[in-house]
């Protein structure tokens, strides 16, 4: 498993996340026997978010209880977790007191007394960024959170943000598979006249993130697009799913190690964030995390894709 040390943060951390949003319904069993299976793959970073699950905190809560974890041992997992998105309304709120309360309310249901990362989940529209600052300022004073950052966010609504918040904003989480790659995309066919894959939709935000050290953790590897299915054996992509088999026959590995490598080849060093919880697929999938693909077998799957490549 190929590590980094994440920018702006003393965290030494694996470019594959095992994410928590799917475990509210498992045993105890099932959970410790999914989290084993990360850490053998060499994942100790979780991804959580206060919305995961049944009710506020259910699937945060559903991990404690499931692992019960000591302090020597929490000491050994990277725990990320998200607060922003009220599901009752549905809307967004980045109030100071939601912040806290959400934090407070995780912290609870984790059954630890800090964060390792916390994101701001979805971008709020009546976001006033210095009651953002003042949150993240009485978190971080407290030793509740360790680091910061965003999700879904683009590079304007993070600059609004850096204006007010003194601590750096460390990763941003966004939808990135093969085939559901705009912020990718866009750029390989920058000023053709006419082909949508041209437009820009995302001001740029993944060339803003290299340029400011903020890590882009990429959600729905396996999904086709915004939750319309996985791409990995559909017939709805023949063509990709042949070089897909190609390369993992080449490279001795599962068709997830495929999927995962063709995000972890990309120098802007970004994570991937599992959503599976099967043990075997999370084991499978990380496989991909130091897969050496060339340049002709990265740019050959994205073709596969359907993108385009002048």
Not at 143 to 159: D, L, Y
Not at 197 to 226: E, K, M, N
Request: include cysteine.
């Amino acid at each position: 498993m190929k590590t980094f040390t994440l920018p702006g943060t003393d965290l030494v951390v694996p470019n594959v996340v095992l994410g928590l949003m799917r475990i509210q319904d498992k045993t105890d069993d099932e959970v410790r026997t999914l989290i084993s299976a990360a850490r053998d793959a060499g994942i100790t970073f979780l991804d959580h978010a206060d919305i995961y699950g049944t009710g506020v905190h259910g699937c945060e809560r559903r991990f404690a209880e499931a692992l019960r974890l000591t302090s020597s041992e929490r000491e050994q997992f990277v725990i990320q977790s998200k607060a922003g998105i009220v599901k009752d309304g549905p809307y967004f709120d980045f109030s100071y007191e939601h912040i806290v309360e959400t934090v407070n309310g995780s912290l609870e249901a984790l059954g630890t007394d800090y964060l390792d990362i916390l994101l701001l989940h979805r971008p709020d529209a009546l976001v006033e960024p210095e009651e953002v600052a003042r949150a993240f300022d009485d978190l971080s004073s407290a030793g509740k959170v360790r680091a910061f950052g965003v999700s879904n966010h683009t590079p304007g609504q993070i600059e609004l943000l850096r204006r007010s918040v003194s601590q750096p904003l460390v990763a941003n989480q966004l939808q990135l598979s093969i085939t559901h790659s705009p912020l990718v995309a866009q750029g390989v066919t920058a000023n053709m006249e006419g082909l949508d894959q041209s437009i820009v939709r995302d001001g740029g935000v993944l060339d803003y993130c290299r340029l400011h050290d903020i890590t882009v953790q990429a959600w729905s590897p396996f999904q086709a697009g915004l939750f319309d299915g996985p791409f990995l054996g559909s017939d709805r992509f023949g063509e990709l799913n042949a070089e897909i088999d190609r390369l993992a026959e080449k490279y001795g590995v599962p068709a997830e190690a495929i999927a995962v490598a063709w995000i972890t080849r990309h120098p802007a060093q970004m994570q991937v964030v599992l959503g599976t919880t099967t043990p075997e697929r999370v084991a499978a999938a990380a496989l991909g995390s130091d897969i050496p693909l060339t340049r002709p077998e990265w740019y050959g799957l994205f073709r596969a894709a359907g993108h385009r490549v002048p």
